[in-house]
């Protein structure tokens, strides 16, 4: 194993790249032959959803050679596989290097005689679904690792009709990848006879928001209650300008920023962590918002993709909600109003992921709208939109991961949209007298009280993956016989799709007789077991406590 990882190194440094890449691995080679070793000892593995590491020089991690050759196997895919004229879409967020990955994704599809459309500069993700769309392209590329650390960056495929990619595509453009073996099969250079690059700048901005406006409820609320105090932080990511241009768009007239997070920074300087699932993360959010006496705080993390909010309770103090709350109460006034303004007709659907809250069903069926439960991952909501497309109409659907979208326009999460509807429907509360908190309590009431939340539990290593995978074992061969002292009635194995109707997954869902579930299921890109809790009543915290010390054990 040793000797393998050495030849590899030894290839690069004799190899035809970069003089700076050879003076990095040098440096390793004499101060850190450890992360020397993890730098190359494998590939960087081009999954079904693209690529996400570390970045820095070696096989094993995120620079302009594993971005080259991923793009040059996603080429070779197209040009076998499509008919042409072939063309993509590239979008980029704020992390380091990203402008830099999304030029050599461009320069090697246009070697390739691949049309180019890209952002001038960092757009989210939804800009990126949005233009594949309306450009007709055949793929897209975001260039993200969404709410990782500062030192990694992704690389996401997107296909035709603006979602990433599922099977048996996402699979065969993975085969594709794998052919690619050493960057002396990519064509690096756009030259002479290559497809053009065409630059995408405000005027899809433009063309997104006009879109997006048509699908807003409540003008006449926004109006009335312009002067609603809002605080958006972008976290140094590419919401900064579309949010509080959408905003404006609205009509809201008190949006506060937090100026050291308006800052486009990949370093992300002012957090931990720029995921607004954090707490921390919103912290100089809600300071901003303290000092303004502001109603709302907004988040969103680099690409722009998830949302984090939050709003006074009833003694004036800033309370964060989580994905499932800010889902419902979204999924709620979505539904009223269409009810409302007379637009349900049995011919609507929202969907939802299987560890996302039920509250979003109990709401969705009061309204006689049809609910959708799939796979965790927002491109199996896509994948329903685009199956039910021209047939039936999407109304909403989300995940507890903080992710949400309105209408057919994106096909992925979509922040800014989410931002948007959270502030319409704080001034649509408004003109009932009621707060966004004041809100989520009167669906409480009406609907039951749902508590949700999640452990995370890290197994380190190959060790830690067995041992991973005999959990699941053993939660297959000995389902628990009750949960917070309810007997266990039902049990869900996804692995089965004759019996669930969704692709197969490895997932367990324990239900019992009270209502509560309890999901179990390995993360797909971490080191680690989850455990999604579900419960409803009156004693949803009481036992929500019974359960996480029943299966954190």
């Known amino acids: 194993m040793e000797r393998d990882f050495r030849e590899v190194v030894q290839s690069w440094l004799d190899g035809n790249f ?3 890449t050879k003076a990095q691995i040098v440096a390793l080679q004499e101060t850190d032959p450890v992360a020397l070793e993890d730098a190359f000892y494998r590939n960087l593995e081009f999954g079904t959803g693209g690529l996400r590491g570390i970045m820095g020089v ?4 995120m620079n302009k050679y594993t971005v080259g050759m991923a793009t040059q196997g996603l080429a070779n895919y197209m040009k076998a596989n499509l008919d042409g004229p072939l063309s993509v879409c590239i979008s980029f967020d704020s992390r380091n290097n990203s402008p830099e990955f999304a030029q050599i994704a461009a320069n090697v599809l246009a070697a390739n005689g691949i049309h180019v459309y890209i952002f001038d500069k960092l757009h989210p993700i939804a800009l990126m679904s949005y233009s594949v769309r309306m450009k007709k392209a055949n793929a897209g590329i975001m260039i993200t690792a969404s709410h990782n650390p500062k030192e990694y960056n992704g690389y ?7 979602a990433q990619v599922t099977s048996p595509v996402d699979k065969d453009i993975v085969a594709e990848v794998a052919k690619i073996t050493d960057p002396s099969m990519v064509k690096f250079e756009a030259g002479e006879g290559a497809a053009p690059i065409e630059v995408m700048s405000h005027e899809m901005d433009e063309a997104y928001l006009n879109s997006v406006m048509t699908l807003m409820l409540s003008p006449e609320a926004c109006a009335k209650h312009k002067d609603l105090k809002i605080v958006y932080t972008p976290i140094h990511g590419s919401g900064v300008e579309i949010v509080p241009e959408f905003l404006a768009k609205l009509g809201f007239e008190n949006v506060y920023h937090v100026p050291e997070q308006d800052v486009v920074d990949g370093n992300f300087p002012t957090v931990m962590s720029p995921n607004p699932e954090e707490p921390s993360a919103l912290a100089m959010a809600v300071a901003v918002a303290d000092k ?4 709302l705080v907004m988040a969103t993390d680099p690409d722009a993709d998830r949302i984090g909010i939050a709003v006074r309770d009833n003694e004036g103090k800033m309370v964060l909600l989580n994905g499932n709350q800010t889902g419902s109460i979204l999924t709620y006034y979505i539904l009223r109003r269409w009810s409302e303004l007379g637009k349900l007709d049995g011919n609507q659907y929202i969907v939802k992921t299987i560890v996302t809250t039920e509250l979003m069903r109990a709401i969705a069926e009061k ?3 049809k609910v959708y439960n799939v796979l965790t991952g927002f491109k199996w909501i896509a994948d329903i939109i685009k199956k039910n497309e021209g047939k039936t109409t999407f109304v909403c659907g989300g995940e507890e991961s903080y992710g949400f979208n309105v209408g057919e326009f994106v096909r992925d999460k979509d922040a800014p949209i989410s931002c948007a509807f959270v502030a319409e429907c704080a ?20 609907f039951g009280y749902y508590k949700e939340s999640l452990i995370s539990v890290t197994k380190k290593g190959k060790a830690g993956l067995e041992e991973i995978a005999q959990m699941m074992v053993d939660y297959r061969n000995n389902p628990p016989k009750e949960m917070a002292g309810s007997p266990v009635i039902k049990v869900i194995d996804y692995t089965k799709p004759e019996e669930t109707g969704l692709p197969s997954s490895n997932v367990l869902q324990f239900y019992n007789e009270a209502g509560d579930v309890v999901t179990v299921r390995p993360s797909g890109t971490e080191p680690k077991i989850k455990f999604y809790f579900g419960i409803k009543g009156s004693d ?13 054990k």
């Not at 303004?292 to 109603?295: P, S, V």
């Open 427 to 446: 001034a649509w509360a408004a003109e009932q007298g009621k707060t966004l908190y004041q809100l989520l309590q009167d669906i409480y009431a009406e």
């Open 292 to 295: 303004e006496g502001a109603d």
């Open 540 to 552: 949803a915290d009481t036992k929500n406590e019974v359960l996480r010390a029943q299966f954190s």
């Open 367 to 369: 309204y006689g709208v």
């Open 156 to 162: 996401k495929v997107f296909w035709s009709d603006g």
């Open 18 to 20: 970069d003089e700076a």
């Open 58 to 61: 070696g096989t094993n991690r």
